[in-house]
């Protein structure tokens, strides 16, 4: 049961309004929001978040069997973030796998209890949108059940545009061929000012927005994610996040928000100072608060460790990816906690337990398939 947030009111009045909203399930604002970073200290905004989570959900944690599948870190962008365009620039250590081979992993996975295969990666020339319905089409014909969560809307936009196929008429065909879900990578920060610093020729925010509506309309489901923690303000985070509600708004398909803690190592923004323990929590708690009709929030381990994963599920977070093999390299490249991260369902489960939550495996779209 959520505890009590009335005792808050008395010991930090300043928060007066924006608990009441909180008890009253009225949705804070931007200014509200900004509050809230400014001024909100740690634990207060932990009680709050904490509340609004188990009130949600109780103790449950969530946490799927996936595994994944980067196609290739050679990408045609030059975000400064990302270790791979630099890798690209230089020419070194490119990878491109085959339909075989990722079939092949795909069948590496034969007799395994995963539920979905998650598919990302670099935005190369040579892989268009009909090499990946061929791709999605024999995974469905060898696996028929796996859930294929697949490619950015920065990806999705690439292939479109090369292919001259208008979002709608790119999105059936993915769908038709067996895409059933995207992730959320490739938001970063919506802010055009931001964007044009940090990864100037991707799509941009608008086109990131349309493409998941365009999904939406199409009954698929998809995550968000926020790459915070480098040049952006607080009031860039929020800008960020409220497109993101007021979209969720329109079309409710949004499953999970996943803020991704900016990494600085051996990339072009290395020289920016990683925020700290504290700042990623208060961050957590805030995204809780605010994207107030985003079921889940959740905390990707293999980027921030294990034990701190385990803090931010008192901090707002519910549900904790990369359980079985996660071989992303795009953040172990970043300088990630996790260099190797791979974690049995038993070990997920004891992360769990150990911080007296309740451990619960998940399919892609949140129905139960086990309660330990
Ligand atoms: O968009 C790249 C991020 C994202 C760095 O939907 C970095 O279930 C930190 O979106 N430091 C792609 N982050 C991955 C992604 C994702 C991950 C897990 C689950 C889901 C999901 C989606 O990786 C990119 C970018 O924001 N990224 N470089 C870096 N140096
Ligand atoms: Fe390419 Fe994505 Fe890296 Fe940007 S973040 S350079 S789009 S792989």
């Given at each position: 049961?959520?505890g ?42 932990g009680?709050?978040a ?35 365009s ?12 085959s ?22 990666g ?12 061929e ?6 014909a ?11 809307a ?5 292939m479109?545009?090369?292919a ?11 769908h ?7 992730p ?32 939406h309309?199409?009954g ?8 915070y923690?480098?040049?952006e ?26 803020p ?11 020289h ?9 929590m ?12 985003f ?5 990707y ?31 172990s490249?970043?300088?990630s ?36």
């Amino acid at each position: 049961m959520a505890g009590d947030l009335s005792i808050l009111v008395q010991t930090s009045p300043h928060l007066k309004n924006i608990v009441q909203k909180i008890i009253d399930r009225v949705r804070i604002s931007p200014e509200e929001g900004l509050y809230l970073f400014e001024k909100g200290t740690l634990a207060e905004l932990g009680t709050m978040a904490n509340f609004i989570r188990e009130r949600a959900h109780g103790d449950i944690t969530y946490f799927n069997r996936n595994f994944h599948i980067e196609p290739t870190n050679v990408c045609v962008f030059s975000c400064k973030f990302c270790s791979y365009s630099k890798l690209y620039a230089k020419r070194e250590e490119g990878w491109e796998l085959s339909i075989d081979e990722m079939l092949d992993k795909v069948k590496s996975y034969d007799g395994q209890p995963i539920t979905e295969v998650h598919i990302v990666g670099g935005v190369h020339p040579k892989m268009d949108i009909y090499f990946f319905e061929e791709l999605i089409k024999k995974i469905k014909a060898h696996r028929p059940g796996l859930h294929v969560k697949g490619f950015t809307a920065v990806e999705l936009d690439y292939m479109f545009r090369k292919a001259k196929l208008g979002r709608m008429e790119g999105m059936t065909l993915l769908h038709n061929a067996g895409l059933d879900s995207l992730p959320g990578g490739g938001a970063e920060i919506f802010d055009k000012d931001i964007r044009e610093k940090i990864c100037a020729d991707k799509v941009d925010a608008e086109g990131w927005l349309d493409i998941h509506a365009t999904a939406h309309k199409l009954g698929m489901h998809s995550n968000a994610t926020m790459l915070y923690g480098h040049v952006e303000s607080y009031a860039h985070r929020i800008d960020h996040m409220e497109r993101l509600r007021s979209l969720q708004d329109e079309t409710k398909g949004f499953n999970t928000f996943i803020p991704l803690k900016f990494r600085n190592f051996d990339n072009e923004m290395s020289h920016i100072p990683e925020v700290s323990s504290i700042e990623d929590m208060k961050l957590y708690a805030i995204a809780r608060i605010y994207m107030d009709n985003f079921p889940h929030i959740k905390a990707y381990w293999p980027m921030l460790g294990r034990e701190q994963a385990q803090l931010t599920l008192s901090f707002g977070v519910n549900d904790l990816d990369g359980t079985i093999d996660d071989s992303t390299k795009i953040y172990s490249m970043a300088g990630s906690e996790e260099q190797n991260p791979s974690l049995s369902t038993e070990e997920l489960v004891t992360l769990i337990k150990q911080v007296g939550r309740k451990p619960v495996e998940r399919d892609t779209l949140y129905h139960v398939i086990k309660e330990y």
